[in-house]
């Protein structure tokens, strides 16, 4: 099995800031039409509106047109993970609303979380 690989959408100001705090784990920027390229067991973080706490979906069974809000990333990453092209895909969703060192430091316990488990 790869090493996880975080993938970072552009719409996250901190991303250099996670790079330095996770140093033995390689990050790149999201580019949606390149996912399965990256890896086969990745964690990809983007914020999206409407939200009013992080979420992090990795039961992609669950995932369908009406359980999400503002990105087709979540349906995309279904079918790269019913479709084999990657083996695992965590998606953790960033309330867009939050501060830059809320969401830095939200996101870092969840992907300490993620990589721990």
Do not use: N
């Amino acid at each position: 099995m790869d090493e996880k690989k975080v993938l970072v959408s552009p719409s996250i100001p901190f991303y250099r800031q996670l790079k330095q705090r996770f140093s033995g784990i390689e990050f790149s920027r999201l580019e949606k039409d390149k996912i399965e390229e990256e890896g086969r067991d990745l964690i990809i973080v983007e914020s999206a509106k409407g939200l009013e706490e992080p979420a992090v979906i990795s039961d992609w069974d669950e995932v369908g047109p009406t359980s999400i809000k503002s990105s087709d990333l979540p349906v995309t990453l279904k079918m790269l993970v019913k479709l084999g092209a990657v083996d695992s895909a965590v998606l953790v969703r960033l309330p867009s609303e939050y501060s830059r060192k809320r969401a830095l430091e939200e996101t870092s316990a969840i992907i300490s979380d993620l990589l721990s488990g």
